[in-house]
C-alpha cells in the first residue's frame, strides 16, 4: 500500500456568512481518485485551496508529505500539482501552438536576460517546447488546429487542449475540475481513454465528475464530500450503495 | 524655416515619444498592465540626465546635483560624450529601480486599481517635483541642459558645394530608399484604387492650399478637404485592405506638402532644400549639419536598437510568457511561472526604455520644466499605441508617426484664427484624441496594425539554429 | 485671542468629505452595476458643475448666450436635470456599445478615459481655463468660538463686521449641564437601537439601519438638549481650551444636500422595482437577466444616476470652493476612486462612508502638516488608498 499523494485536513474556507469548507479531511492516493458530491459541496472550493487559488482559512494540505499550505500556485505547480479548470481557461489570442509551449517547466528562455543573450540552453529548451508541444497536440488530435487562436477553438477542442497543456507541465498529481462537463458522448470515451492511459504511465488524478457511471467505471477510489466536509470514502460500489451518499443528494435537491 | 528644419523636428520628437511608446507597449501591449504613471520614469530619465551632467553651481538652479560629469569626464576624449551616455545609463537605472518600488504593492492588484494607483503616485511625485525646489528646482526648470558635442556642430566639410555635393547626396539616398520602401509596399495595388488615392490626396492638398488663402475661402477649403477623405474612404473599399491605398495617399500627400510647397513659396532651390534636409545651408559659413539633425540620427539610432531590444524580448518564450499573464494571468501561474517576477521586470525594462526617451528629450529641447510631463502625456501614448496596434512594435512606429504628425499638424491651424483662442483650439485637438480613442476601440481595437507575430527562434517543425 | 483649530478642521473635512462622499456614490454604482471602473467620473462632476453655471451666471462663459440667468439654487437643480440628460447619451452613445461586445476591463478603463479626456477638453473649449465663480453668496464669516472654562462651556457667535470682530450672541453651559445634554443623547441613541434592532428577523431589510438610525438620533437630540439647555454667558477670561470653528449657512446647506441625497438614494435602492433591479444585477447580471431584469433599462438609469450624483457634487464643490476650473473634477478623481475602493466597490454607502473618512482626512491632515505641504492634500487621500489596498482589498465594508 504506497502512501498518499495528497493529504488535505480539517481544510476550512469561509466566505463572508457562508461557510465553504468545514473541516474537510480528506486523503487521495496514487491512481485516478474520484471527487463527487451535490452543488455546493465545496469541491470547486477544495481544488482551489490544495492549488493556492484560494487560502485556506484553516487546516493544512500536504503534498507527498511537504506542506504546502498557503503556497503560491506557481509554487505549488511547480511542485507537481497541477488543476484544470471547469471552464476552460485557454489563451484566445494566443495559438494552440503556444498555448501547449508555454507549459513545460524550466525553459531557459523564459528569463529576460536569457532571451536576450540566447545560449545553447535557450535553443535547445525552446526546441524541446516545441517538439513536446507538437506531440502532445497530436496525441490529444488537435495537431490539425495547431496554428489556430485558441479563442476560435470548439468547446469539446479547448477542453483537450486545457488537459494537454496541464500534462506537459509533467505533474505528479492532475486535478481535474468537471473534465467532461458539455462534452459530447464521443469526446468523453477519449478523454477517459486518456486518462486511463496516463495512469498506467504514472499520472495520478483527482477529479470532480457528477456522471456516476463515469466514476463506477474508472475511479479506484471516491471520495463523498457534502457541505463543506468530506461525507465518506472508499470504493466506488460501497459509496454508491451508502445511505449517507445517496440520502446527501436526495436532500441536497429537494431544497 | 525651411520645411527641412520643420520635418527634422517633427521627426525627433516622434523618435523620443517612440521610445516612450515602445516602453509602454511592454507593459501594456504585451503583458497586460494598464500603467497610467508611466509618464512617471519618462519625468525621471528627462531629469535624472540633465542633473547628472548638469555644472555644479548652474545659475539660478537650487535643486540637488547638478553632478558635472562632463566636467570630470573632461579630460577624456569624447568626454562629454560618454558623460551624457553615462548620464542616460544611470537614469534608465533609477527609472527602473523607481518603478519596482510602485510595483510592488501595486502589481498584485487587479488592473483598474493599477491603474488609479500607478495614476497616483505618478500624480503626487509630479507635484512634489513641481513643488519642491530644492530637489529639482521646481516649477523654474532646469536649463543649461547638457548637449553633448554641441560644439562640433554645425559640420561642414569645408565648401559648401562639398558640403551640398556629400550631405545632398546622403540625403537623397535615404529619401530614394524611403520611396522605394513605400513603393514596394504599395506596388501591385487595384489600379481603381491607385487612382482615387490619387485624386483624393490632389483634393486634400488642393483643400489645405485653398483653406490657407484665409477669409471664407477656409470654409471652401474644408469642403475640399472632406470629399478628398470620402475619395479616400472609397479607395479603400475599392482595394483588397486599406494599408496600400491609405499609403500612397500618405506618400503623395506628403510628396506636395515637403516638395511642392516650397516650390510654389520659393520655387526650385526650396525643393532642393527640402530634398538635401541633411543639409543645413544657413548653418555657419558653409553650411553643414546642424546640432538637431545630429539629435535627430541619435534618436532614430535609438530607436532602431531598443525596437530590436524589444523584439528580441518578445520573441521568445519570455514574450510568450508575458502574454499569457496579460490574457489570463491564472494560466500561467497554474502552470508554475511565478507570474507576480514576470510583472515587475516588465515594469522595470518598460520604465528603463521611458527614462531613455526622457534623457533624448531633454538633449532635444534644451530645457526642461514639469508642464511636460503630465499625465496627459501618457494618455497621448495609450492612444499612439492602440493607434498603431498593441502588442505591436511596429505599430508604436506608426501610431506615434500618425498620432504625432496630426496632433503638430493641425497645429497649424491655430494661425488662422485669433490668438487668445490658443488654449481652445488646443482643447479641441484634445477632444478629438479622446473621441478617437473611444471610436477606434470600438471599430479596430487591434489597431492599424494588429498584434504581432511571434517567432522564438525555433522554427515550428522542430529546426533550429544557433546564432 | 481665540484661532481656529483641529475642531475647524474637523468641520472642514466633513464638507469637503460630503463632496466627495457624493462623487463616490455614483463612481459606486457605474463600478458595481454598469462594471466599468469610470476614469470620466471626475469630468462628469465638472461638466455638471459648469452646466449650473451656464443657468446661473453665463456672462463667466464665451460661448454661452446671455439669455437668462436664474438664481444659484435653480441653477444647480437644472444643471443637475441636464447633466442627468448627459448620463443617458454617455450610456447610450458609449458605454452601451461597448457592454454589448462583452468588451473586457481594461478595455472599459481606456475607454472611459478617452470620455474623459473629451469631456474635460470640452469644458475647456466652451469655458476657457479662467476661474470662474457662481453668482451666490459665497463668504463664509461667522465663527463660533467655543472656551472650556473652570466654569463651564462658553459659546460665542462671532462675526467680522467691517474690520472689527462683533459677537453677535454669547451663551454658557455649566459642566453639569454639557455632561446631561450628552447622558440624554447617548440615552435617546441607545434606545432608539435597542428599539429598531429588536425588530429584526432575516427578511427585514431596514430603510435606515438600526446604527445609522442611532447615530442621527444621539446628534439631533444632542444639538435639540443642547439648544434648550442654554444658559447665561459664561466668562470667558481664563479658558482651559477654546477653539474657533468657521461656520455658515453653506457648510450646512452642502450637509444637508448630501443627506437628503443618500436618503433618496437609499429610498431608490431599497423601496423602488427599479432599485432592486438595479441591486439584482450588481449581484449577477446573467442571473438578473434570467430573472426577467430588463438590464439595457437598468444601465441607463445607472449612468443617468451617476451622472446626476456627480453633478450634485460638482455644483456643491464649485459653491463650497467658489470657484470652478476645468480641472475640479479630475483633481478631484483620485480621493473619489480612493472612497469607493476604501468602502469597498459594492456598497454605495460603504463608498459614501469611504468619501466621509477621505474628506475628514484630507483636511485634518492638512491642518496637521506644516503650510508649506498644502498641496500634498490629495496625497493623504492617496496614502490611505494604498493603506487599505494592501491590507483589505476589497475595501472596509466589502465582501470578499
Not at chain 2, 149 to 172: D, E, W
Not at chain 3, 245 to 255: N, P
Request: aromatic share 10%.
Amino acid at each position: 500500500m504506497s502512501d498518499p499523494i495528497l493529504e488535505v485536513e480539517g481544510l476550512e474556507k469561509f466566505f463572508g456568512g457562508i461557510t465553504a469548507l468545514d473541516g474537510a479531511t480528506f486523503d487521495v492516493d496514487p491512481g485516478i481518485t474520484g471527487l463527487i458530491g451535490p452543488n455546493g459541496a465545496g469541491k470547486s472550493t477544495a481544488f482551489d485551496c490544495i492549488t493556492g487559488f484560494l487560502d485556506p482559512d484553516g487546516g493544512s494540505v500536504r503534498f507527498r508529505g511537504e506542506d504546502i499550505s498557503g503556497e503560491r500556485p506557481s509554487a505549488i505547480a511547480n511542485r507537481g500539482v497541477v488543476r484544470t479548470f471547469q471552464i476552460p481557461h485557454e489563451l484566445p489570442e494566443m495559438t494552440v501552438r503556444e498555448n501547449l509551449a508555454l507549459a513545460p517547466r524550466e525553459q531557459s528562455g523564459e528569463a529576460l536576460v536569457a532571451s536576450w543573450t540566447r545560449s545553447d540552453d535557450y535553443y535547445t529548451d525552446e526546441r524541446r517546447a516545441q517538439e513536446r508541444a507538437v506531440e502532445m497536440a497530436e496525441r490529444f488530435e488537435i495537431d490539425h488546429v495547431i496554428d489556430t487562436p485558441a479563442g476560435e477553438l470548439s468547446g469539446g477542442q479547448r477542453k483537450l487542449l486545457e488537459l494537454a497543456r496541464a500534462l506537459l507541465t509533467e505533474p505528479d498529481l492532475v486535478l481535474l475540475d468537471e473534465p467532461l462537463a458539455g462534452v459530447n458522448p464521443t469526446l468523453e470515451e477519449k478523454i477517459l481513454d486518456h486518462i486511463q492511459a496516463l495512469a498506467a504511465e504514472g499520472y495520478s488524478f483527482l477529479f470532480i465528475e457528477h456522471d456516476i457511471d463515469v466514476i463506477m467505471e474508472h475511479c479506484q477510489e471516491v471520495i463523498v464530500m457534502h457541505q463543506g466536509r468530506v461525507l465518506t470514502r472508499g470504493e466506488p460500489e460501497a459509496v454508491r450503495t451508502d445511505e449517507r451518499v445517496v440520502e446527501a443528494y436526495l436532500g441536497g435537491e429537494a431544497q | 524655416m525651411a520645411l527641412a528644419d520643420f520635418l527634422v523636428s517633427l521627426l525627433t520628437v516622434v523618435s523620443v515619444y517612440t521610445l516612450f511608446g515602445l516602453g509602454l507597449n511592454i507593459k501594456y501591449g504585451f503583458t497586460g498592465l494598464v500603467d497610467f504613471g508611466h509618464v512617471l520614469y519618462f519625468l525621471t530619465g528627462a531629469y535624472v540626465t540633465v542633473v547628472v551632467t548638469l555644472p555644479a553651481a548652474a545659475t539660478s538652479y537650487e535643486g540637488i546635483g547638478g553632478f558635472a560629469l562632463p566636467q570630470l569626464l573632461s579630460g577624456v576624449p569624447l568626454g562629454g560624450l560618454l558623460a551624457w551616455f553615462a548620464a542616460l545609463a544611470v537614469a534608465m537605472v533609477v527609472a527602473a529601480l523607481l518603478s519596482l518600488l510602485v510595483g510592488v504593492p501595486t502589481l498584485r492588484l487587479r488592473e483598474d486599481y493599477l491603474a488609479i494607483t500607478a495614476l497616483g503616485i505618478a500624480t503626487i511625485l509630479h507635484t512634489v517635483v513641481n513643488d519642491e525646489r530644492w530637489l529639482f528646482n521646481g516649477p523654474f526648470g532646469v536649463r543649461d541642459v547638457h548637449q553633448p558635442l554641441t560644439g562640433a556642430f554645425p559640420v561642414s566639410l569645408g565648401s559648401f558645394i562639398v558640403n551640398l555635393a556629400v550631405f545632398g547626396l546622403v540625403s537623397v539616398l535615404v529619401l530614394a530608399y524611403v520611396g522605394y520602401r513605400v513603393g514596394g509596399y504599395v506596388y501591385g495595388v487595384d489600379v481603381r484604387a491607385a487612382a482615387l488615392s490619387t485624386v483624393a490626396a490632389v483634393l486634400v492638398v488642393a483643400g489645405l492650399g485653398v483653406a490657407t488663402l484665409g477669409g471664407s475661402l477656409v470654409l471652401a477649403g474644408v469642403v475640399v478637404v472632406a470629399v478628398g477623405v470620402a475619395v479616400l474612404a472609397r479607395s479603400i473599399r475599392q482595394a483588397d485592405g486599406y494599408g496600400q491605398p491609405v499609403a500612397l495617399f500618405t506618400a503623395l500627400v506628403f510628396a506636395a506638402w515637403y516638395f511642392g510647397t516650397p516650390l510654389v513659396t520659393t520655387g526650385p532651390s526650396g525643393t532642393l532644400a527640402s530634398a538635401v534636409w541633411l543639409f543645413d545651408p544657413t548653418a555657419g559659413a558653409n553650411g553643414g549639419i546642424t546640432y538637431g539633425r545630429f539629435v535627430l540620427l541619435v534618436s532614430a539610432a535609438f530607436v532602431g536598437i531598443s525596437y530590436w531590444w524589444c523584439e528580441r524580448t518578445v520573441n521568445s518564450p519570455y514574450g510568450r510568457v508575458l502574454r499569457s499573464i496579460r490574457e489570463d494571468e491564472d494560466v500561467p501561474e497554474a502552470l508554475g511561472k511565478e507570474t507576480f517576477r514576470y510583472k515587475v521586470q516588465s515594469m522595470m525594462f518598460g520604465s528603463a526604455l521611458a527614462a531613455a526617451a526622457g534623457g533624448l528629450w531633454a538633449t532635444h529641447i534644451a530645457f526642461i520644466d514639469p508642464t511636460q510631463f503630465t499625465a496627459n502625456i501618457t494618455f497621448f501614448a495609450f492612444t499612439a499605441v492602440i493607434i498603431g496596434g498593441a502588442a505591436n512594435n511596429r505599430g508604436v512606429v506608426v501610431g506615434t508617426f500618425v498620432f504625432w504628425t496630426l496632433h503638430t499638424g493641425t497645429r497649424f491651424l491655430n494661425d488662422y484664427f485669433p490668438t487668445e483662442y490658443a488654449t481652445q483650439l488646443a482643447a479641441l485637438r484634445v477632444m478629438l484624441i479622446g473621441a478617437l480613442l473611444m471610436v477606434i476601440l470600438y471599430y479596430r481595437s487591434e489597431g492599424l496594425l494588429g498584434e504581432q507575430t511571434y517567432d522564438t527562434g525555433v522554427a515550428a517543425d522542430g529546426g533550429g539554429h544557433s546564432e | 485671542m481665540v484661532d481656529t483649530g483641529l475642531v475647524n478642521a474637523l468641520a472642514q473635512g466633513v464638507v469637503t468629505g460630503s463632496i466627495i462622499a457624493a462623487g463616490a456614490l455614483g463612481l459606486s454604482l457605474v463600478y458595481s452595476i454598469a462594471e466599468v471602473p469610470n476614469f470620466a467620473h471626475g469630468d462628469m462632476l465638472t461638466v455638471g458643475a459648469y452646466l449650473a453655471l451656464a443657468l446661473n451666471n453665463p456672462g463667466e462663459l464665451p460661448f454661452v448666450p446671455n439669455a437668462v440667468a436664474v438664481p444659484f439654487a435653480v441653477a444647480a437643480v437644472g444643471g443637475v436635470v441636464v447633466a442627468g440628460v448627459f448620463g443617458g447619451v454617455y450610456e447610450k452613445a458609449v458605454f452601451s456599445r461597448f457592454r454589448d461586445r462583452d468588451a473586457d476591463l481594461i478595455t472599459m478603463v481606456i475607454v472611459s478615459l478617452g470620455l474623459a479626456l473629451f469631456l474635460r477638453n470640452l469644458v475647456l473649449f466652451l469655458a476657457g481655463s479662467a476661474n470662474v465663480t457662481y453668482e451666490t453668496v459665497t463668504r463664509v464669516d461667522t465663527n463660533v468660538d467655543v472656551y472650556a472654562t473652570g466654569s463651564g462651556v462658553g459659546v460665542e457667535l462671532t462675526k467680522r463686521i467691517g474690520g472689527d470682530i462683533a459677537t453677535l450672541d454669547a451663551w454658557g453651559y455649566g459642566w453639569l449641564t454639557v455632561l446631561a445634554v450628552l447622558a440624554v443623547a447617548v440615552a435617546a441613541g441607545v434606545a432608539v437601537y435597542r428599539w429598531r434592532s429588536a425588530d429584526t428577523g432575516y427578511e427585514r431589510v431596514h430603510f435606515v439601519s438600526p446604527r445609522v438610525l442611532a447615530v442621527a438620533t444621539t446628534l439631533v437630540v444632542g444639538a435639540a438638549a443642547a439648544a434648550v439647555a442654554r444658559g447665561g454667558a459664561v466668562s470667558t477670561a481664563n479658558p482651559l481650551y477654546s477653539t474657533r470653528v468657521g461656520v455658515s449657512w453653506k457648510y450646512g446647506a452642502i450637509l444637508g444636500v448630501m443627506l437628503a441625497t443618500m436618503l433618496c438614494m437609499n429610498y431608490v435602492l431599497k423601496r423602488t422595482k427599479t432599485g432592486r433591479a438595479m441591486r439584482a444585477t450588481a449581484d449577477d447580471q446573467a442571473l438578473a437577466r434570467v430573472r426577467g431584469v430588463d438590464i439595457d433599462r437598468v444601465q441607463l438609469v445607472v449612468w443617468v444616476l451617476a451622472a446626476v450624483l456627480a453633478a450634485i457634487a460638482g455644483v456643491l464643490l464649485g459653491w463650497y470652493a467658489s470657484n470652478l476650473n476645468p480641472n475640479m473634477g479630475f483633481n478631484l478623481l483620485l480621493p473619489v476612486f480612493a472612497a469607493v475602493i476604501v468602502g469597498g466597490i459594492d456598497s454605495p454607502y460603504g463608498a459614501a462612508l469611504g468619501g466621509l473618512m477621505i474628506g475628514l482626512s484630507m483636511d485634518v491632515g492638512a491642518y496637521l502638516l506644516p503650510a508649506e505641504f498644502a498641496t500634498y492634500r490629495t496625497a493623504i487621500a492617496f496614502v490611505i488608498l494604498v493603506a487599505v489596498l494592501l491590507v483589505k482589498p476589497e475595501g472596509l465594508w466589502g465582501d470578499a
